[in-house]
């Protein structure tokens, strides 16, 4: 979906490093979401933000960190990569307004930890 | 614990016929239920809603049913074409607008 955007597409990094993968929407929706997709298990919410000032862990938080910079902006941070981080992320957003329960994914980011 | 599932084996089936994906849940008493698809390499895509007082809901080719006794969703494609090959995930509400989503059933329509 072309409102939800997601930069970097593709990123290669070495174990240890630190890198930013960045969400942004046009939607105007007011809730964010941060998702790792691994074959076999499905999407899994590794952070979530009701509205700026509100951020939550989701079940998988641990090695990640998370920024809501502005409505429209939500940006992932892998602090120190490992290699099981490799997966491919999403960025989701949805609507409070219209209950919120249907998201909107991005095209997502697909990293790779050496 | 909770638990979603869907049919880790693929779905081959021929052209025009209905395709039927199965979703089985656990440990949850969700107030609704949603379907999406996901095409190789992309964020997957909304296709359906039902409401847990909602035993059916159609779009287009599109039918959903929901039985929460039974804790099942099946998800039928009439009149299957190849275009409609694609992974389909089902997505369960936990409250407080969280949402946990299976890991898919990958369909192959066959021309």
């Known amino acids: 979906d072309a409102d939800v955007t997601q930069t970097p597409r593709n990123r290669i990094t070495k174990t240890g490093k630190r890198i930013m993968l960045e969400c942004s929407q046009t939607?105007?929706?007011?809730?964010m979401y941060w998702y790792r997709q691994d074959p076999g298990l499905g999407l899994r919410l590794i952070y979530y933000?009701?509205?700026?000032?509100?951020?939550n862990k989701g079940e998988i938080s641990d090695g990640y960190s998370v920024s809501r910079q502005a409505q429209a902006k939500f940006s992932l941070s892998l602090e120190s990569a490992i290699p099981n981080q490799t997966a491919l992320y999403f960025c989701?957003?949805?609507?409070?307004?219209?209950?919120?329960?249907?998201?909107?994914f991005g095209p997502g980011t697909r990293l790779l930890v050496l | 614990s909770q638990k979603i599932e869907q049919n880790s084996e693929a779905l081959n089936i021929q052209e025009g016929k209905t395709a039927t994906l199965t979703c089985n849940y656990t440990?949850?008493?969700?107030?609704?239920l949603q379907w999406y698809r996901q095409d190789p390499g992309r964020g997957p895509v909304f296709l359906l809603l039902?409401?847990?007082?909602?035993k059916e809901k159609r779009k287009e080719r599109l039918k959903v049913t929901f039985d929460t006794t039974l804790k099942q969703s099946l998800f039928h494609i009439t009149a299957s074409q190849p275009a409609d090959s694609a992974t389909y995930l089902c997505?369960?509400?936990?409250?407080?607008?969280?949402?946990?989503f299976g890991a898919g059933t990958r369909l192959f329509v066959k021309a």
């Open positions: 989701a957003t949805s609507d409070s307004r219209g209950r919120g329960e249907t998201q909107y």
């Open positions: 939607k105007g929706h007011d809730r």
């Open positions: 933000s009701f509205d700026v000032k509100d951020i």
């Open positions: 440990n949850y008493s969700p107030a609704y």
């Open positions: 039902i409401r847990e007082n909602e």
């Open positions: 997505a369960l509400d936990t409250g407080g607008f969280k949402t946990i």
